[in-house]
């Protein structure tokens, strides 16, 4: 018998996503930003208020089953032992690596290492590893509440957009551009977070030309967009966000390059888009000859 192997992908692409996982992603995201936006888009009536505190808590018991739906598909299409064991470090990784920095002016540690892994092993790896990583960094600091499921869902979107990135750049152009992309993130996830809750709260007061910086129902979506422009400038973009896409730059930039070389030599030792298959000996293949001692018998 002979080995023979079959590529049916990048050898370095953990999780492969195929045309029906990327309609399943596609339309899973859209869903989830719908979750983040909708009370910008619906015309909540004043004495309709009152449900608004139980609203959040609706769609928050639903993002999790849109999550699990896509892990689901996305494990469907092709993710191996190997992969699960990678997904498995990674995300034992990063929960650590988040306590380290939560907490103190916005030091976060756990986004420059999902963007590195992202660029490495692609788009659907890391869509779930951002999911597995924010969730176990939850369980291990006690972070579990309402917010989480958004913040699963942003941090997905991180490293899928990282496994996105154009793949033809290298170097120290690579670095830039990783970079360039971990600040990006870093304000972008300030955003999301903040949309999250901002609908929900009233009475945020600010020398500010109508008073406030709260959400306003029924208000048009570009005046309740300004509003949260100002909401997220005020509370976090200065302080947060910014010490979040300081950080990004700093580990990407000092130990950036070689956490990329650790990530590329390990994913091709795995393999992933190899898999072995075995066939019939070849017409043409022929046993080698033993060796023999002394000399052979007439």
């Not at 034992?92 to 420059?112: K, M, Q, S, Y």
């Not at 659907?124 to 989480?148: D, I, K």
């Not at 709260?214 to 997220?232: I, M, Q």
């Amino acid at each position: 018998m002979s080995a023979r192997v079959r590529q049916w992908g990048r050898a370095d692409q953990a999780v492969r996503v195929g045309p029906r996982s990327t309609a399943v992603l596609v339309l899973a995201s859209l869903a989830g930003l719908m979750m983040f936006i909708w009370p910008l888009l619906v015309r909540v009536e004043p004495q309709s208020m009152q449900h608004g505190p139980d609203a959040p808590f609706v769609f928050v018991g639903i993002l999790p089953i849109l999550i699990v739906i896509v892990l689901a598909e996305l494990s469907e299409g092709g993710m191996d032992a190997k992969a699960l064991a990678m997904l498995g470090v990674l995300s034992a990784v990063n929960a650590a690596l988040r306590p380290l920095g939560a907490g103190t002016a916005g030091i976060e540690t756990v986004f420059f290492m999902l963007v590195l892994s992202g660029r490495v092993f692609g788009a659907g790896f890391g869509f779930v590893l951002g999911c597995t990583s924010l969730f176990a960094s939850a369980l291990l600091t006690a972070g579990v509440g309402p917010w989480l499921p958004f913040q699963m869902l942003s941090s997905a979107w991180i490293g899928m957009g990282a496994g996105l990135l154009p793949r033809r750049v290298t170097g120290r152009a690579e670095i830039a551009m990783l970079v360039g992309y971990g600040i990006v993130v870093s304000y972008l996830f300030g955003f999301l977070m903040n949309l999250w809750f901002w609908p929900f709260i009233t009475g945020a007061e600010v020398p500010y030309h109508d008073g406030h910086i709260s959400y306003v129902p029924g208000d048009p979506v570009l005046e309740n967009l300004h509003r949260f422009a100002v909401f997220t400038l005020l509370t976090s973009t200065a302080g947060w966000d910014t010490g979040r896409a300081i950080t990004n730059t700093v580990a990407i930039l000092v130990i950036g390059p070689a956490v990329l070389a650790t990530l590329r030599r390990a994913a091709r030792k795995a393999s992933f888009g190899t898999r072995p298959t075995f066939g019939a000996t070849p017409p043409n293949f022929l046993p080698a000859r033993p060796a023999t001692r002394g000399r052979m018998a007439d």
